[in-house]
């Protein structure tokens, strides 16, 4: 079963290869036809052996590069438009630096007619591919069989998740937890995919964790608070048995240096790329109703130290006239017809550079929250303050990874993984991983109305249980 199943990875994986390969097909024969060409009339020189194979190799090298960290080679882990919208993405990343590059080798700015005409082909290739990859994909991967073992707390949210990808994963039953661990082994061994263990009792979780290793069944598991802890933990050899130690989260001085210089150079630069936009967006803002430009609201960042961030103002002058802090809700009638536009398309939060120039922000971090808000979460989830172990961010892990209206536990969660496997490259890649998301509509939702009751109902269950 094992070599079976290896082997239809290794065919996705070369499918996946044969497509990169095809697009890097695309441009040589663009280069090759048009840009050489150019290079032989401007410079009298053209790219021929090893100089033509190392172009070949630094377009392949990009495109591998932004393909993989978009996710566009994630066939099944994605869904197709998930995949193709990445590939989309990636394209166009590349052939803008293909263009910089063929253009500095010219020392003039070529025309750029033939790269756009090959992304548009290319569009067309990645289209095609997606589709004959996710239909392969369904005849060697069938959705998997899975086992359902829950704890007291209500499965429908879980369940609503897995329906949400039938291409991937069945549950075929559902069973608690209070039915015994003898009864619960025994259906595990009746032919499931995999078994789901959705917040049981840690001693019933450990056992069942055990079992399912010892008999190579596959387990997903939705970790609690502490588990996310570990993650982030080093291991020592010091003794004779391994120990996890977790120390006092602390940046050290070289990333703390490296974080705050990207952040002022990449702030810079997107200031002055956006300052039309800002300009724009000014105006329609003030001509709409006359109200202020911007909005001012009370944030907090690192260490709970509150600051001042700055938006363009999306809602009504009188939004919260009664003085009492609300979230956005879905369809809010608060937001003006313009506030809708510019949230849709996050212009709305560009001023948040100049957060970012005063060093009150930084571009990857946990969202800041406002005081009020964080008060209210923190009566039964007293751990949300661990956010802010680091300085609040423009972008962060629970914006990529999560939605606009994903639970404020569930965003916790996404937020402490991100601060306990902190990296330099981490932040970089949610940088790169922020565009994509800038065109995902889902992400932008405001929250349901009883949302916050349910999710703080939601939170006071898993705590009794921890």
Sequence with gaps: MKRIEGIKRAAILMLSLIGLIMQTAAYIYVWQTVYNSIMQTYMWRSFTG??????????FLLLLFFTATYGGL?????????????????LVFVNVISYLQISLLSLKMVTAYPLIGLLLAQV????AWTFIS?????????PRNLLLISGERPIEDILNKFASRKDKYNIVRCMSEDEGLVVLQKEIMKGYDGVVLWDIDTGNRNKLLKFCYSKDKRVYLMPKIPDIMIQGSEQLHLFDTPIMFMREYSMSIEQRFIKRTIDIVCALILIILSSPFMIITAILVKCYDGGPVLYKQVRCTRDMKEFKILKFRSMRTDAEKDGVAR??????????????????VRIDELPQLFNILKGEMSFIGPRPERPEIIKQYQEDMPEFTFRTKVKAGLAGYAQVYGKYNTTPYDKLKLD??????YSVWLDLKLMLLTFKILFVPD????????????????????????
Excluded at 50 to 59: D, E, H, I, S, T
Excluded at 327 to 344: E, H, Q, V, Y
Excluded at 416 to 421: R, V
């Design 50 to 59: 090893r100089g033509f194979y190392l172009l070949a190799a630094v377009y």
């Design 74 to 90: 994630k066939v099944g882990y994605l869904k197709p438009m998930d995949v193709f919208f990445s590939q989309v993405i990636s």
């Design 124 to 127: 067309a290739v990645s289209a």
């Design 134 to 142: 996710f239909r392969l994909y369904k005849q060697f991967f069938p």
């Design 327 to 344: 979230l956005a809700s879905k369809n809010d009638s608060r937001i003006t017809p313009i506030g809708k536009f510019i949230r849709k």
């Design 416 to 421: 402490l993984y991100y601060i306990e496997n």
């Design 443 to 466: 992400s932008t939702e405001g929250i349901e109305d009883n949302q916050i009751t349910a999710a703080k109902l939601m939170v006071k269950e898993i705590k009794e249980e921890e």
